[in-house]
């Protein structure tokens, strides 16, 4: 399975970014997706999942800011970034898989801007 994610860049506060995360393989639909994010001098940070059945979780930071998605027919999944702050500027990496079979994009940069 390889992930290629994109959608990254510089953005000022308070506006909007969509990261996608294209997906090879046949497994895409029966796994969970997610983003993680790590911040420069900062350990990797969970941001947002989607189970296969479409059940999502954020952490509470990005609550009612960014939501996850995936079409399981394009197999790709998404994260739309509204209300961006500075501390949101980090690399952005996309996962498929459960826990333990993880397979992981290579990241994407978001900068905020304030």
């Known amino acids: 399975v390889q992930l290629q994610a994109s959608g990254g860049g510089l953005v000022q506060a308070g506006g909007s970014l969509r990261l996608s995360c294209a997906v090879s393989?046949?497994?895409?639909?029966?796994?969970?997706f997610g983003w993680y994010r790590q911040a420069p001098g900062e350990q990797r940070e969970f941001v947002a999942t989607i189970s296969s059945g479409g059940t999502t979780n954020y952490v509470d930071s990005v609550k009612g800011r960014f939501t996850i998605s995936r079409d399981n027919a394009e197999n790709t999944g998404y994260l739309q970034m509204d209300s961006l702050k500075p501390e949101d500027t980090a690399v952005y990496y996309c996962?498929?898989?459960?826990?333990?079979?993880?397979?992981w994009g290579q990241g994407t940069q978001v900068t905020v801007s304030s």
């Open positions: 393989g046949s497994t895409f639909s029966i796994n969970a």
């Open positions: 996962y498929a898989g459960p826990p333990g079979r993880r397979s």
